[in-house]
Every structure is written in structure tokens, then in C-alpha cells.
């Protein structure tokens, strides 16, 4: 969900009246891209991050005050990881007088020496909430709840599933709101589950998004064959009980409701160790399917990151097969730190969903819950989905099995008529996922959405152009037409675990997945290395953002260095760049969305809550009413090398301040240097066009940034439009 949603709405009615209190995503780690080469998480023994997560709750009231968050608020640890070069990374979530926050997480960043070095914060600033009296009742806001839920028919709420008071500050303006669960027949079947968020005022939706996060579709029954699976002896039997995985169970569910799976489970149990026949007509086989992929998942998470489970505590979670009647699916749910996977149904001839692609893709779904928590709607849950199916491949390729080989099809064991659920090098092949970005992405099922970042890392890892993978055909294309080679799957995958586990949080789209993939990338291989410009590369390949300059070098993987001191490299003065073989300045008009254009929060929108100068898309940015920075920026933009070359843009200022001073601004920037400087006291009563003379980069290739900065009062919202360099 887009942060200028209809919440903001209060930015416009408040303006009007002089006083606003809305906030912004804001990412502080990322900012200058500086470098680590080589930095990667080590492990931890359980005792030892114990007391790493003590550390940071001891320190969380410091940190909060230090990030300037307010006496109601309290942060609580939530996990830590720390890098090999000793540098630290502590992830919070926060409360507002007691009240869960959600898109309140953050991650904050401390160097080697101890010292803080910046923040990755879901909705940054203090939190500014008129109160935690809500005017409805909790059986008020379950009835909206029910009333509004789109992704269940036949809604329901039950005893167990009362309306819990939060603050939801997903949005632009945090507000006080009820967090629903309803049942009913959806994707998942009869016991389908979804949270639906209601303003405690107005019962009006925020948000609604499914519960049951897994991959739609069934099973080949057993795809795993004749393999080693770890059980527990207990006197003459033994259960499957893995005690090398952190005592992971497989339950069999016998057929329990998805809305109560343990109702009628029971451990699988017997006097001798060997499991199953390979076939349905034994309840055990497809127990030892997921006993096997789990096992997998788990190895391939501690050997490849030093990551320790789901939560990175040593502990396994429970899963239980044969879950439901006819179930054409498989879940994670973080409330019971638990899976599920149904018996399919006879559209795949009753085939269980326990393929190893299907456990390593449930499996990661509580690896990023119990790290950037994306929320699973909008953008930010097509990213959900798509980290559980590059994992989920990235386990398939980790076992190594030859009788289900490693590819980049999603689900190609489960006896789908179209041959797999999804397919990675060629999203758009099942007629309904996306390929490439485009405007209405944060629209979009998550499934289909997810096809945009499973999209980035096939190139990414594998470039383009056609080969053989696994006995399956693939053909890596791209949006722009655009070919390079790739950096290969280990590292791909190496970058984007990074970027989940050190800067992702609750609120990143794809965008933002941009800028926390480029951190990693040159936290991992350096910030001029082939491997970041590949990256880069690939999120163009897929319409998202523009790639970086070609570094140059010919290696794609420098030596690592053992320095932990962060480097920077100073954008060039205009007497020093080189000759232009830059391209033209992209969607200035921002009628494509995002293309182009590199933002740090959802700044380019098409919202009816203000107006553009032409067209209806147009750039709005700050108007938060607290201490907040934004940036939206091009690169590589040839700047003609003839005549009087200028910048002309369209700007209305709209503010609650008064006077001439400049409190909140707006500065152009060109190749880092700020050539005009508009603030609050610029505010008009609409467009105004504004030229900037770039006769010093005339012939040259620039970036160009808009940079605003807010300070913590009065608000002051900045609209641009119909930007264009001639």
C-alpha cells in the first residue's frame, strides 16, 4: 500500500488550517552507499545472540531518543545480527503508549567502533497520534472488518479473533486503528484467514491482506525418492522428530480444518525407521517429503548465511501434512510458528504440495517474518512472495537432488497442467504475473506482483539470453531489451538476503528493494564492483530504476579488504566530468510511475488528493510535519552540448508555515551540487515553472537529485511536474 493512500487526505484539510501532523519512510543507511567489501553476517550460538538482543532491549530507550522518538514510544529487540568486520545490526520493533506499531519496525546500524552509522526505519520520526481512545468499540470494528474483507467470501470473526487496538503508520499519517482476523472460503480454502485493519474512528479500511502466505497449488506426491530424513528414537519407536534441525516435528493432521489444523494431529509414529512407499496410498510419504525439504531448508539457511532456523534461535517449527480435504495449498503462519501442507485435490490428480521448492518457499516465509516483517499486501508482499520462491530455489539448487535437479520454475513437481506455479525467467507466462514493473504493481495479487522481483533475480543471477537448467528450458528476457551476463546464483542470492536481513523493512517496495540490494551488493563485493553495476543491470532490465555506470573493471569479484573504515567517492565537480554518453532525461512527466526515477519513498503517485500540473501523475514530496528528509533522483542524463542548456521544472508549494524563513526546503541537485534552493517560502497558490541554467554541464553526463528536507514543526508539502533538461 502506497503511503500517499487516502489518509492523506488530512495533509490537504490540515494545511488548510495551518497545522499538520503527517511522517515519512526514510532510509539513512543507504543514503551514500558506502562500501564493506567482503561483510557478511557470522554465526551466533544461541546464548550468544541471547545476549546480543539484551544488549540492544538495554539500549533501545537511548535509541529512541537519539532517532528523536517521543516519551510514548518504547522500542523492543527483535533480532541482531552481527557482520564479520564487526560492524552491528539491531532490528526493533516499537509500541505507542503500549499499542503495537505496525510499519513502526526498524533497523539500526552501528560500525565496527560502536558508533551509529544510520537507520532503516518503516515510518521514521516520531509518532504524532491524537489519541488511543478509539470511538468505536472492538465489536464495532470486527463488524467493519467483516464488511470490508476482499480477499474471503461468507466473513466471519469468532470469540478467538477480536479486533486488537493499534497504531497503523503504514500510511502517511499515523493513525489509531483495530486489527482484525476473518474467516471464510478464499484461495486457502473453507478456513481461509485475513487481517483487515480499520480506522478506530471511522471504521474505514487501511488495509486487508491473507494470512495463509504460501504457494497456490498441489503436489506431485513424493518428489524427493528414496532419501535420509532424521528421526528420534524413544525407547522400540520412533517419531519423525529431527533433533538435528532444532527438533522439528511432522504431524499428521488427518484432515483437521485449515481454521484448527492440530485439531485431530498426531505425531507419525512406528517400531521401525523406515518411512513411507513413495506413493499416496502411504500417509507417511508425503511426511517424508517434507521432513526432507524442511531439513534442506534449514541446512541450506545455516551453511550458506549462519542463520539458524527461522528466527536464527536453534528452534524448528512444527508442520503438519495432509492438512484439510481437497487442499490445494501450503502455508506458513508466524501466530503458531507453524506449517501446513494440503493433500491437493483432483484438478492434480490428489497430489501433496510437499515438493523441497514448496518447503524451502514456507520455510523463508518465517525467515522474513522474523526479519523485515514485509507486509503482505502491496508492493512490499510481492516481495514477501518473491524472497519465498528465490529461496525455495535457491534450496532446490542446495540439495542437489538428481531427481528433482535445481531450476527456476516454481512448483514444476506438482503435477500442474501449465507445467510449474510460476516460472522466474519468464514471469508472464502463466497469462497473469508481471514481468516488469508498472505503476499498478501495489495493486496486483501478491503472487503476481511477486513476479517483478523473481524476475530481477533470474537475471541477476543468470543475465539473459536462452539455456538449459535443471533439464528445463529458459530464456532470460528483459523489459528494455537490454542483455548482460549474470552474477551467478550463490551471489544473487548472497545480496538479496542481505538487503532482507540488514535494510529491508515492513514498508519496501520495489523501489526501495533497489536501493537495499545496491547497499548489499557493495557491502558484499564493494561499491564499484561488477557485480553492484549487474544488480543494477537487472532492476532496469525489469523497470525499475536505471543502471549504474559501467565501473569498468573486468573482474567481478575483487579481493575483499580487510578495512572497516567506510569509503565514499565524491560525485565530480563540472569541470571535471567526462564526456556525456549519458541518455536522455526519462518520464519527466512521471506518466510511467516510477520509470526512470529512483525515489526513497513513494513519491511519484497519481493520487486525486492533489492535482498534477499536466497529466495525473506528478512528484509529492515532504509534508510530513516532523523532522524528515526525501530524495528523488535520475542518473546518467546527457545534458545537450550545444546552445544554453536548462533545467525546467513545474513547482507548487503548498505550506502551514508562515513567514520567510526557510524551515523546510527543497534543493536541486546536480552531480552533488545544489544549484537552487526552494522552501516554504516559496508556497503559491499553484504551478509555478522554474529554469535552472546548466551551461557548466553542458556536453556532460549528470545525476539529478531533488532533495528535501523538513524540519520537526509546521509542514510543507513540495509538487513537481513535467521536469525536463533541453
Known sequence: MSRKNTLAAAVAAALALGTVTVMATQSTAAAGTTARPGTGSKAM?????????????????????????????????????????????????????????????????????????GS????????????TSPKLSGSDASAAAVRHAKHVKNAKTGASDGSTLVVYAAGKVPVLAYRSTVTGDGEAGAGSREAVIVDASSGAP???????????????GVTAGQV??????????????????????????????????????????KSTNTWGNGTTSSRESAAVDASYGLAKTWDYYKNTFNRSGIRNDGKGAPAYVHVDTGL???????????????????????????????????????????TAALNYSGESGGLNEATSDIFGTMVE??????????????GEKLNMSAGSLRRMDNPASDGNSLGCWTSSASSVDVHYSSGIGNHFFYLAAEGTGAKTIGGLAHNGTTCNSDTFS???????????????????????????????????????????????YLVSKAWAAVSVGTALPDPGTSSPTPTPSASTSPSTSASPSPSSSSTSTGTALTNGTFE???????????????????????????????????????????SNIAVPATGTPKLTLWLKVTTAESGTTAYDTLKVNVNGTTLATYSNANASSGYVQKSIDLSAYKGKSVKLEFAGAEDAYLATVFLLDDIAIG
Open 397 to 410: 539448487f542446495y540439495a542437489n537432488n538428481a531427481g528433482d535437479p535445481g531450476d527456476y520454475y516454481i
Open 206 to 220: 487501511l488495509d486487508q491482506y491473507e494470512l495463509h502466505q504460501g504457494a497456490t497449488g498441489t503436489g506431485n
Open 228 to 269: 535420509s530424513i532424521e528421526t528420534t528414537q524413544s525407547g522400540s519407536s520412533y517419531t519423525l522428530t529431527d533433533a538435528a534441525h532444532g527438533g522439528t516435528i511432522v504431524y499428521d493432521s488427518y484432515n483437521s480444518s485449515q481454521s484448527n489444523p492440530k485439531q485431530n494431529a498426531k505425531a507419525f509414529t
Open 592 to 634: 510511467q510511475g516510477t520509470t526512470g526515477w529512483t525515489q526513497s519513498d513513494d513519491d511519484i503517485t497519481n493520487s486525486t488528493l492533489q492535482a498534477a500540473h499536466g497529466g495525473s501523475w506528478y512528484a509529492w514530496m515532504m509534508g510530513y510535519g516532523t523532522s524528515a528528509i526525501e530524495s528523488l533522483s535520475q
Open 120 to 131: 532503516d526505519q518503516a515510518h521514521p520520526g516520531a509518532l504524532k497520534v491524537a489519541g
Open 486 to 532: 549474470g552474477i551467478g546464483r550463490d551471489k544473487a542470492a548472497a545480496i538479496w538476503y542481505r538487503a532482507l536481513t540488514t535494510y529491508m523493512t515492513s514498508t519496501t517496495n520495489y523501489s526501495a528493494a533497489r536501493t537495499a540490494t545496491l547497499q548489499a551488493a557493495a557491502d558484499l563485493y564493494g561499491t564499484n564492483s561488477q557485480e553492484r
Open 328 to 370: 490445494l495449498n501450503a502455508f506458513y503462519d508466524d501466530d503458531c510458528f507453524c506449517m501446513f501442507f494440503g493433500d491437493g485435490s483432483s484438478q492434480n490428480s490428489n497430489t501433496p504440495v510437499t515438493a523441497i521448492d514448496v518447503a524451502g518457499h514456507e520455510m523463508s516465509h518465517g525467515v522474513t517474518a522474523a
Open 45 to 117: 550460538t544461541a546464548d550468544t545472540r541471547a545476549e546480543a538482543i539484551r544488549t540492544a532491549d538495554r539500549e533501545a530507550d537511548a535509541v529512541a531518543k537519539s532517532l528523536g522518538f517521543g516519551p510514548d514510544e518504547r522500542l523492543t529487540a527483535k533480532d541482531v545480527l552481527l557482520d564479520t568486520d564487526g560492524a552491528r545490526h539491531v532490528r526493533y520493533d516499537r509500541t505507542y503508549r503500549g499499542l503495537p506499531v505496525i510499519g513502526g519496525d526498524l533497523v539500526v546500524h552501528y560500525g565496527a567502533n560502536g558508533k551509529l552509522t
